[in-house]
């Protein structure tokens, strides 16, 4: 009889092109396994361990109720699990992460002493981060060459086979945990998790993909993919989104947009640290307000309590929903980091908990992208109007009056000051934490002493 191969599912949960799957299942029967790593789930947050959890629980099911969850130091449990069913491979989708990294490293190692394989077939990315450099064999620092160069190198690769879940031979469960209930404090209103709802997201997305241009900055508006948490768990992959895009403009922005996620994941492969430290490292020297005032700021800022209404909207939608439309949430970070003058990492810390799409490339390069730490140094003196990118994205209030229901009565309207200067958003109440006005000036003698 064939020794059975182990399937490590981790950022792929699902049975369509999934290479590591495809290639256990040629080599014959599978045991799949799922691995509950407390070094990943503590930080997680609980809208994300829940949609786990959901994915996982719809896994199980395309897999005929056999997948084995067991909890632990990934290391003790992959090769216990190989040895237990007499495996001589284990087969998984290559990690790129830090720890990902890291944590592989160790399985492989504690495999090989086992004289069992660690197969790595496919991973969550169109183009593996890592395998593109510039001219002079440099990593990318910037996104446009980066984009051109992995457009070249052809990103839309060829799917796995289709696998139809009847014809994979899945032994017979060996003992296996339960999927744990969802995490208290998890948001009811999160995406419906899994394989099958990903592909209707995908479907919807890809109907809809002509008129993405014109409405993917209406935070009103329906009218971004809503793939980021399916992307997340590998419950889509990003080729199954290329090969249903066209030419033309709206097309080619959403293939740009995965083309970000996977240059950030490229700029985290080639630099681990920038996770946790600015990319520019002179950005250190950065002054970010501390104490009691900082704390009570930042607070507000979280609660969605600044008298910003498009800030206090987006705050209380990641809250609500464990999701923030992309255009609030570089308004929500410039706010936090030029407005409050707080350290980006408490924010892209923030983020994380609550987000169900926390990815922590695409999260903490995107917060250093608008500190102006991280790939482009524009961004620094680039100052979100929190007044002016409502009037502009948000004309008539909808999505304010979704979020910020106390505004439901008021008249909101833009208007001018009697002196010459900015629009501000006539509300009564509450008043704004700070003056966005002189808190940019501020914001830019902070950056001009760190570029001095």
Same mark, same amino acid.
């Given at each position: 009889?064939?020794?059975?191969?182990?399937?490590?599912? =981790?950022?792929?949960?699902?049975?369509?092109?999934?290479?590591?799957?495809?290639?256990?299942?040629?080599?014959?029967?599978?045991?799949?396994?799922?691995?509950?790593?407390?070094?990943?789930?503590?930080?997680?947050?609980?809208?994300?361990? @829940?949609?786990?959890?959901?994915?996982?629980? &719809?896994?199980?099911?395309? #897999?005929?109720?056999?997948?084995?969850?067991?909890?632990?130091?990934?290391?003790?449990?992959? $090769?216990?699990?190989?040895?237990?069913?007499?495996?001589?491979?284990?087969?998984?989708?290559?990690?790129?992460?830090?720890?990902?990294?890291?944590?592989?490293?160790?399985?492989?190692?504690?495999?090989?002493?086992?004289?069992?394989?660690?197969? $790595?077939?496919?991973?969550?990315?169109?183009?593996?981060?890592?395998?593109?450099?510039?001219?002079?064999?440099?990593?990318?620092?910037?996104?446009?060459?980066?984009?051109?160069?992995? /457009?070249?190198?052809?990103?839309?690769?060829?799917?796995?086979?289709?696998?139809?879940?009847?014809?994979?031979?899945?032994?017979?469960? %060996?003992?296996?945990?339960?999927?744990?209930? *969802? %995490?208290?404090?998890?948001?009811?209103?999160?995406?419906?998790?899994?394989?099958? @709802?990903?592909?209707? =997201?995908?479907? $919807?997305?890809?109907?809809?993909?002509?008129?993405?241009?014109?409405?993917?900055?209406?935070?009103?508006?329906?009218?971004?993919?809503? #793939?980021?948490?399916?992307?997340?768990?590998?419950?889509?992959?990003?080729?199954?989104?290329?090969?249903?895009?066209?030419?033309?403009?709206?097309?080619?922005?959403?293939?740009?947009?995965?083309?970000?996620?996977?240059?950030? @994941?490229?700029?985290?492969?080639?630099?681990?640290?920038? @996770?946790?430290?600015?990319?520019?490292?002179?950005?250190?020297?950065?002054?970010?307000?501390?104490?009691?005032?900082? *704390?009570?700021?930042?607070?507000?800022?979280?609660?969605?309590?600044?008298?910003?209404?498009?800030?206090?909207?987006?705050? =209380? &939608?990641?809250?609500?929903?464990? +999701?923030?439309?992309?255009?609030?949430?570089?308004?929500?970070?410039?706010?936090?980091?030029?407005?409050?003058?707080?350290?980006?990492?408490?924010?892209?810390?923030?983020? #994380?908990?609550?987000?169900?799409?926390?990815?922590?490339?695409?999260?903490?390069?995107?917060?250093? +992208?608008?500190?102006?730490?991280?790939? *482009?140094?524009?961004?620094?003196?680039?100052?979100?109007?929190?007044?002016? &990118?409502?009037?502009?994205?948000?004309?008539?209030?909808?999505?304010?009056? =979704?979020?910020?229901?106390?505004?439901?009565?008021?008249?909101?309207?833009?208007?001018?000051?009697? +002196? *010459?200067?900015?629009?501000?958003?006539?509300?009564?109440?509450?008043?704004?934490?700070?003056?966005?006005?002189?808190?940019?000036?501020?914001?830019?003698?902070?950056?001009?002493?760190? /570029?001095?």
């Amino acid at each position: 009889m064939t020794s059975p191969s182990v399937v490590w599912f =981790r950022r792929d949960l699902r049975i369509d092109d999934n290479p590591a799957l495809a290639a256990a299942v040629a080599d014959g029967p599978v045991v799949p396994l799922f691995v509950l790593d407390d070094r990943l789930r503590a930080p997680s947050g609980p809208n994300r361990v @829940a949609f786990l959890y959901g994915c996982l629980r &719809q896994l199980d099911g395309s #897999l005929g109720g056999r997948l084995v969850l067991r909890t632990g130091r990934p290391a003790e449990v992959v $090769r216990a699990l190989a040895q237990e069913v007499g495996a001589t491979a284990v087969h998984a989708a290559a990690d790129f992460g830090p720890y990902g990294r890291r944590r592989d490293e160790e399985v492989e190692r504690e495999l090989d002493a086992a004289g069992i394989e660690l197969v $790595r077939t496919g991973s969550p990315y169109a183009i593996e981060p890592g395998s593109l450099v510039t001219k002079t064999g440099t990593p990318f620092r910037v996104f446009s060459p980066f984009y051109r160069a992995w /457009k070249a190198r052809g990103a839309a690769t060829a799917a796995a086979p289709a696998l139809d879940p009847a014809t994979i031979e899945v032994v017979d469960r %060996p003992p296996s945990e339960s999927i744990p209930d *969802d %995490p208290a404090g998890a948001s009811p209103n999160l995406p419906v998790p899994g394989e099958a @709802a990903g592909r209707e =997201r995908l479907r $919807r997305a890809l109907v809809g993909a002509d008129g993405y241009e014109a409405v993917r900055n209406d935070p009103a508006a329906d009218g971004t993919t809503r #793939l980021s948490p399916y992307l997340k768990y590998g419950c889509v992959h990003p080729r199954q989104v290329l090969a249903g895009l066209g030419r033309s403009t709206s097309h080619e922005r959403l293939r740009m947009e995965l083309a970000w996620r996977e240059f950030y @994941a490229d700029v985290l492969w080639h630099h681990p640290e920038s @996770a946790r430290e600015p990319l520019q490292e002179h950005m250190a020297a950065m002054r970010t307000d501390r104490g009691p005032e900082a *704390d009570e700021r930042f607070a507000a800022w979280a609660a969605g309590r600044t008298g910003y209404p498009i800030v206090d909207a987006g705050m =209380r &939608q990641l809250v609500a929903e464990g +999701w923030m439309h992309n255009r609030v949430r570089m308004i929500v970070a410039s706010f936090l980091v030029k407005d409050l003058h707080l350290d980006w990492q408490r924010g892209a810390r923030h983020f #994380l908990h609550h987000l169900v799409d926390g990815d922590l490339a695409s999260n903490n390069h995107g917060w250093q +992208w608008v500190a102006g730490t991280g790939t *482009d140094p524009a961004p620094s003196f680039r100052v979100f109007n929190p007044v002016l &990118q409502g009037e502009k994205f948000d004309p008539d209030g909808v999505y304010v009056r =979704r979020y910020v229901p106390e505004l439901a009565g008021i008249d909101i309207r833009f208007v001018h000051h009697p +002196w *010459d200067g900015p629009p501000d958003l006539f509300i009564d109440d509450p008043a704004p934490i700070v003056d966005h006005a002189a808190e940019r000036g501020e914001a830019l003698r902070r950056y001009a002493e760190v /570029k001095r």
